[in-house]
C-alpha cells in the first residue's frame, strides 16, 4: 500500500538560509500534518491543513510557513533557518471520517550548520 | 498545557516476558488515543489506537483504557528483541471522524534482552 512520501530525506543547510519540505499524502488522504522531532523529544505539532485550508496551528515559528496544494501535498517553506531548527520533519496525513488515524511518513533530517 | 505523561525508562524486560506500557494524559476531553512505536532515527509506527473504556487487543498487543483515571497502557505480550524501540503515547482531543493534532508523551524506551 502506498505510503506518505516526504522529500528530501536529508538536507543540510547553513544558518540564515531557507528550506523547503514536502510531503505527499496517502491517495485519497484530506488531510496533512507537520510535526518536529528534535533530538531525544517527542513529535511536536506544527501545523495542519484540511481539504487546503489551515486547520489547525501548533507551536510554528513565524519563520515557518506551509501550504497544501490542489493535488493535496503539502510544502513547508523554512526561512532564516537557526541552528535550533535542526532536527526529523515529519508528515502525516489522515482521511477525515477515519477514526483520526494518522500516518507519518520516514521524515526529513534537517541540519542546520 | 495539555500534557501526556509516560515514564521515560528504560524499560528493560526478558525475552518472552510481557512489557507493560503506561501512559496519564490532563485533558479530560480527550478522544482517542494512539500508541506509536519509534525505532531510532525513523518515523512512529501506529501499533494501536483506542476509544473506549476497556481493553482491545491486536496479536500480542493488547492496550487498555480508564477514562475515568486519565490512563492509557500498552501490554505486549511474548516480547521479542525486536520489539526494543521507544513506544510513545498520543492523544487527540478529536472524537473519531474530525481532526485534531495528536499531543505525543515523550516515549518510554523499552529494551527486550534475548
Known amino acids: 500500500a502506498a505510503g506518505v512520501i516526504q522529500s528530501p530525506r536529508h538536507l543540510i543547510k547553513e544558518k540564515r538560509e531557507t528550506a523547503t519540505l514536502k510531503c505527499y499524502p496517502i491517495?485519497?488522504?484530506?488531510?496533512v500534518y507537520w510535526y518536529q522531532q528534535g533530538p531525544g523529544q517527542d513529535p511536536q505539532f506544527l501545523i495542519s491543513?484540511?481539504?487546503?485550508?489551515?486547520?489547525d496551528k501548533g507551536s510554528i515559528p513565524d519563520r515557518f510557513s506551509a501550504q497544501q496544494f490542489s493535488d493535496y501535498h503539502s510544502e513547508l517553506n523554512m526561512s532564516s533557518l537557526e541552528l535550533g531548527d535542526s532536527a526529523l520533519y515529519f508528515c502525516a496525513s489522515s482521511l477525515r471520517g477515519q477514526s483520526n488515524i494518522q500516518y507519518f511518513g520516514a521524515g526529513t533530517r534537517l541540519s542546520v550548520l | 498545557q495539555k500534557e501526556v505523561e509516560q515514564n521515560s525508562g528504560p524499560l528493560s524486560v526478558p525475552e518472552g516476558a510481557i512489557a507493560s506500557l503506561n501512559c496519564t494524559y490532563s485533558?479530560?476531553?480527550?478522544?482517542?488515543f494512539f500508541w506509536y512505536r519509534q525505532y531510532s532515527g525513523k518515523s512512529p509506527e501506529l501499533i494501536m489506537f483506542?476509544?473506549?473504556?476497556g481493553d482491545k487487543e491486536d496479536g500480542r498487543f493488547t492496550a487498555q483504557l480508564n477514562k475515568a483515571s486519565q490512563y492509557v497502557s500498552l501490554l505486549i505480550r511474548d516480547s521479542q528483541p525486536s520489539d526494543s524501540a521507544t513506544y510513545l503515547c498520543a492523544v487527540n482531543e478529536a472524537a473519531g471522524g474530525s481532526q485534531g493534532n495528536l499531543i505525543f508523551g515523550k516515549g518510554t524506551k523499552l529494551s527486550v534482552k534475548p
Open positions: 485533558d479530560r476531553g480527550s478522544q482517542s
Open positions: 491543513f484540511y481539504e487546503k485550508m489551515q486547520s
Open positions: 483506542i476509544y473506549s473504556n
Open positions: 491517495p485519497r488522504h484530506d488531510t
